[in-house]
Structures are given as structure tokens and as C-alpha cells.
């Protein structure tokens, strides 16, 4: 398996244990394209691993599946300016998508910038990206 997204649980053999949760959202994934999985959330305590988990699931979607295109997005937790905030999300959704599309793990941490992105929307995007 890639791992395109750097997981904070550091070596990804760190993370073990979560074999059944794991499970469940598989089943839940493979009906994804079929329309029949519902929103889920993850509740749990602080600090009990809910970042790691769903940083792998992005990984195991970016790796192993061509249907669910996978994102991620940290919002942290420091205050930031609304339309920055659009600008990161914007640049790091597209940039992932592109990564999926185009099988490059760069583009997942490396987030292009909007002068990159509207100059793919106006050439083809794939081309655009070297």
C-alpha cells in the first residue's frame, strides 16, 4: 500500500488494533458508488486515534480502489480568515483530486496553487502538472 497522506501516527505499522472498525468501513466504502452508504461520523474521546484512522482510510482509498476519490483536509485548530480558509480547501480538493486522477502522491501533500489550477482548467489539466 502507498501512503500518499503522511499519517501522524508516524510508522504506519504504529497504528493496530482497529481491525473491526476497519472492517465495518469497508463494507461501507464498497457501497459508496453503489449509493447505498449513508454519512457516517467517528466520535470518540480525545486523543484516542480518529485522525490516524481516517488517514488511513484515505490511504487504503487512494491505493487500492478507482471508484471513491478520497480527500482530506486538517482545519487545525488555530484561527484563520474565512476566505483563506476557501483558498486552502479549494487548492488542497483539487490538488488531491488530481492526484487520485493522475496516480501522483506529490500533489497530495505539495497542494498546487490556483495559478496552477486555473492554468490546467485552461490547457489540459494532466499536461500542466510537470
Not at 482497529?18 to 457516517?40: A, T
Amino acid at each position: 500500500m502507498q501512503y500518499p497522506l503522511t499519517e501522524k501516527i508516524g510508522e504506519p505499522e504504529l497504528l493496530v488494533g482497529r481491525e473491526k472498525e476497519f472492517k465495518h468501513f469497508g463494507k461501507w466504502i464498497k457501497n459508496i458508488p453503489k449509493r447505498l452508504s449513508k454519512s457516517r461520523v467517528i466520535i470518540a474521546r480525545r486523543k484516542s486515534g480518529k485522525t490516524s484512522f481516517v488517514q488511513r482510510i484515505f490511504n487504503q482509498l487512494w491505493t487500492e480502489n478507482k471508484e471513491v476519490i478520497p480527500f482530506y483536509f486538517d482545519f487545525g485548530e488555530s484561527k484563520m480568515w474565512y476566505p483563506n480558509l476557501a483558498i486552502d480547501y479549494y487548492r488542497a480538493f483539487a490538488s488531491q483530486y488530481i492526484s487520485f486522477i493522475t496516480r501522483n502522491p506529490e500533489l497530495v501533500i505539495h497542494h498546487l496553487s490556483l495559478k496552477q489550477i486555473i492554468s490546467g482548467c485552461n490547457k489540459t489539466i494532466f499536461n500542466c502538472l510537470s
